[in-house]
Structures are given as structure tokens and as C-alpha cells.
């Protein structure tokens, strides 16, 4: 299990507002159409939340389930992007996945999620 915390936008600021989806891709995400307009969220600053947008914490998570054939692929040592998509065939979402669905739900920012999970030494 891997996780990170990250901050929540601030309930009582938030605002709503379009955004090319082409912006999300750096998460996985995959436009349905060329110009397609996603409904994102933010905060717009209040005292409540000192004039930061953001109130809160939030977790995202990633866990891999293992299985035979994962087991096997790890004691023969198989390439990293294998496994990868073995564990996501098993059912494994990313860190950047959970982000993705975090920010879509108007949890949190594109930018929040880019600072806690684009860390060095993570490739997601």
C-alpha cells in the first residue's frame, strides 16, 4: 500500500469552474472528444480556511493485492511495466488514479494532487 495526504478545498469557498480536459491527461485521464470542458473545483479563500482555498486532509491510496501470477512475476524479477499491468489487471489503482477521481469529484485541485504525488522518486 502506498499513500499520500493531501489537501481538501475548502467547503465553505469552493468554487467550480471549466478546464480543458487535455489537462488532465498527465493523470490518465482520456478525453472523449477534442475540446472536451470538465467541471473542476477550488477555493476561493475565506477566513475559515485563512484565504488558502483549502480546509482539511485527504488521503489517496494505491494497493497492490497480490496473486500467483504476481508472486511469480516477482521472484523471476519481470520487467517493472509487467508487473505494473499485471497488478492493474488485478485490480490495483494508482496514486494518480485516485487523484484523478478526487479531483473529478471536487475534492481537490489538479495542482494539490500534482504536488503530493509527482514527488521525485515516484514515476506513477
Do not use: W
Amino acid at each position: 500500500m502506498a499513500q499520500r495526504l493531501g489537501r481538501r478545498v475548502c467547503p465553505n469557498c469552493k468554487e467550480y469552474y471549466d478546464e480543458e480536459a487535455v489537462t488532465l491527461r498527465r493523470f490518465g485521464f482520456k478525453p472523449e472528444t477534442e475540446g472536451q470542458v470538465v467541471q473542476l473545483a477550488r477555493g476561493k479563500g475565506c477566513e475559515i480556511c485563512r484565504y488558502t482555498g483549502f480546509k482539511g486532509r485527504l488521503g489517496f491510496y494505491e494497493l497492490m493485492r497480490s496473486n500467483g501470477i504476481i508472486q511469480e512475476m516477482i521472484v523471476r524479477r519481470a520487467p517493472l511495466t509487467d508487473l505494473r499491468q499485471a497488478c492493474k489487471d488485478n485490480g490495483m489503482h494508482e496514486l494518480r488514479e485516485d487523484g484523478l477521481i478526487k479531483v473529478l469529484e471536487g475534492q481537490t485541485t489538479p495542482e494539490e494532487v500534482m504536488r503530493v504525488i509527482f514527488t521525485a522518486g515516484y514515476d506513477g
